[in-house]
């Protein structure tokens, strides 16, 4: 490493820095409340072991996201032991992990393409580029910033292994060593599984001589971790949502999931290319034929990109390669997320760089043509640098990343629904019902909402209305979990305890065991003055969360009052 990469990897340190500096008093957001702020799973050490147990998927709040991050929630547990819930311990993690990211980025890009200029301002645009600020911003989206750390330690470790020729012992260590990052990749975010593409690429493009066929006993390590990670997920650990794909695979995923995919693609390209109107819930459209406006604009589109592409294979590895890198890194992405979840900014993070990359080979050739494209470098970077300090300020509570999103678009359904969470946390009810009738009155079938409508009629206590709310989610989907469960909760209200065991029961059926299940079981019994079972009850709670102050509060009350009786 020369003076000048000092140079340039201290100008991207401080910029990011810079760029990032007034997130840092920001509070805890969306989804952090539950992966942190709330989570007694990470609050307990003796929980690691459940890291790699059936348990994970419940007990860490991943379940729902189709996920198994354990070095994810691994990293909160040592947070947490660091910074307990202090929200700027995280907040300095998170920025830290992306000027990391973005040296990584640099040196990578340094090596491939032989030119430092286009490294460092690949380094620039990737640390600024405003569409990576819900990554950064969003405590609990970390997993987006630890897997792209290990994906990209993992192949600078390899392209580094590639270019010595011996002794053989330190290749064959180098390469175990790369084989260890892409597995703590795969164990963040199962995006980085594309790895074992971007290598094979990298030695067909790059590598003198590189054949695939030639480094096949390298790849195989790749691929058995590979093959590890998918097994360990859903055959051993058996993710208890992974039953989704087969309502999902089979009806009418060759045709509506092709447009999905198709439609998603062109949308993160754009995204990349425009980062503006940034938004954490996007409602994209879906087409229905072939037929439709969307459609023909995105197959257009897609047709531009890869003949482009074609095209460009002959005159230019870099930006082949780029062009590649965003292809790769959204193919994950690409198959599964449109099935099942959100569009999101946060899911970029990785194939930006490729983008970046792109940007920074065009700007590099500009400058060396004419003068007045520093002015198109400054217009850019100021553009990113402006828009990113502006999205950050989004993120300073959830009060106003919501109630932004929601004056930015009126007709977001997710964004009404998450404004009335807010309301109901500051005890607003009349305004969190009012959010929650709004996003219903946008999507009637919004299953979240009438949960959250029912909950916010409980707490005002209008009990038959809650019952009526909460039946909506069970008339769409009769086996709903949380939906028996706050029927159980509701019954008990209103005294009808025979009705409300009947729900927790239907919840055991269903093989939903959670700590808050025997809780309310508990609850239940100690109301009717079943005391004996309501300890059975509270204390098979505890084994499932020890952390669980408010059940072990109970427990204490109930052995003092059996204590004074005696």
């Known amino acids: 490493m020369k003076k000048n990469d000092f140079l340039f990897i201290s100008i991207i340190i401080i910029f990011g820095f810079i760029l990032y500096a007034n997130s840092l008093n920001n509070s805890f957001v969306w989804d952090d409340k539950g992966h942190i702020e709330k989570n007694s799973f990470i609050k307990d050490w003796n929980n690691l072991p459940k890291l790699f147990s059936k348990d994970y998927f419940e007990l860490s709040n991943e379940g729902f996201a189709l996920s198994w991050r354990p070095v994810t929630t691994l990293s909160y547990f040592v947070a947490y032991s660091i910074w307990k819930i202090n929200p700027l311990g995280y907040r300095c993690s998170c920025i830290i992990n992306h000027l990391f990211?973005?040296?990584?980025?640099?040196?990578?890009?340094?090596?491939?393409?032989?030119?430092?200029?286009?490294?460092?301002?690949?380094?620039l645009f990737f640390v600024a580029h405003p569409i990576n600020t819900e990554a950064v911003c969003g405590i609990s989206f970390n997993e987006n910033l630890l897997a792209c750390l290990f994906l990209l330690l993992s192949f600078f470790v390899y392209i580094r292994s590639r270019n010595i020729e011996k002794p053989q012992k330190i290749i064959i260590f180098l390469w175990s060593i790369s084989n260890l990052f892409y597995l703590l990749a795969l164990l963040?975010?199962?995006?980085?599984?594309?790895?074992?593409?971007?290598i094979m690429a990298y030695d067909y493009y790059f590598v003198p001589g590189g054949k695939i066929k030639r480094r096949t006993f390298f790849y195989l390590g790749y691929i058995i971790i590979t093959f590890f990670y998918l097994g360990g997920r859903f055959f051993i650990l058996k993710n208890i949502q992974s039953v989704f794909f087969s309502s999902v695979i089979g009806k009418d995923f060759l045709f509506v999931g092709s447009l999905k995919i198709i439609t998603s693609f062109v949308y993160f390209l754009k995204l990349l290319i425009f980062p503006i109107n940034l938004c954490i819930v996007p409602i994209i459209y879906t087409p229905e034929s072939l037929f439709e406006t969307i459609s023909i604009i995105s197959i257009g589109v897609i047709i531009i990109f890869w003949?482009?592409?074609f095209f460009i294979y002959k005159y230019s590895k870099k930006i082949f390669f780029s062009l590649l890198w965003i292809f790769l890194n959204l193919l994950p992405i690409l198959i599964i997320l449109p099935f099942y979840y959100l569009f999101s900014e946060r899911y970029l993070y990785i194939p930006s760089i490729g983008f970046c990359m792109l940007l920074g080979i065009g700007m590099n050739k500009c400058l060396q043509i004419k003068k007045i494209s520093i002015i198109a470098l400054i217009f850019i970077l100021f553009f990113y640098s402006w828009t990113t300090i502006k999205?950050?300020?989004?993120?300073?509570?959830g009060f106003t990343l919501w109630s932004r999103t929601v004056k930015?678009?009126?007709?977001?359904?997710q964004a009404h629904n998450n404004l009335g969470c807010i309301y109901?946390?500051?005890?607003?009810?009349?305004e969190a019902c009012r959010e929650y009738k709004k996003a219903l009155e946008l999507v009637p079938h919004y299953v979240a909402s009438w949960l959250n409508l029912g909950n916010v009629y409980m707490l005002k206590g209008e009990y038959y209305q809650a019952i009526k709310a909460v039946k909506k989610v069970l008339n769409?989907?009769?086996?709903?979990?949380?939906?028996?469960?706050?029927?159980?909760?509701?019954?008990?209200k209103i005294g009808l305890y025979t009705k409300a065991m009947q729900e927790y029961n239907k919840v055991l059926e269903l093989k939903s065991r959670s700590a808050g299940i025997y809780k309310n079981i508990g609850d239940l019994y100690q109301i009717q003055g079943v005391d004996d079972k309501a300890i059975k009850a509270y204390k098979y709670a505890l084994k499932l969360n020890s952390q669980y102050s408010e059940v072990q509060n109970i427990l204490e009350s109930i052995y003092k009052k059996k204590a004074e009786i005696k």
């Open 101 to 123: 990211n973005a040296v990584l980025v640099y040196l990578i890009t340094s090596f491939l393409f032989k030119k430092r200029s286009i490294a460092f301002l690949t380094g």
């Open 188 to 198: 963040s975010k199962e995006v980085a599984i594309s790895l074992p593409l971007i």
């Open 307 to 309: 003949a482009f592409s």
């Open 391 to 397: 999205r950050n300020n989004d993120w300073r509570d």
């Open 408 to 413: 930015k678009y009126p007709d977001n359904y």
């Open 424 to 430: 109901s946390e500051q005890g607003k009810y009349n």
């Open 476 to 492: 769409l989907n009769p086996e709903h979990v949380g939906a028996h469960t706050n029927l159980g909760v509701y019954y008990t």
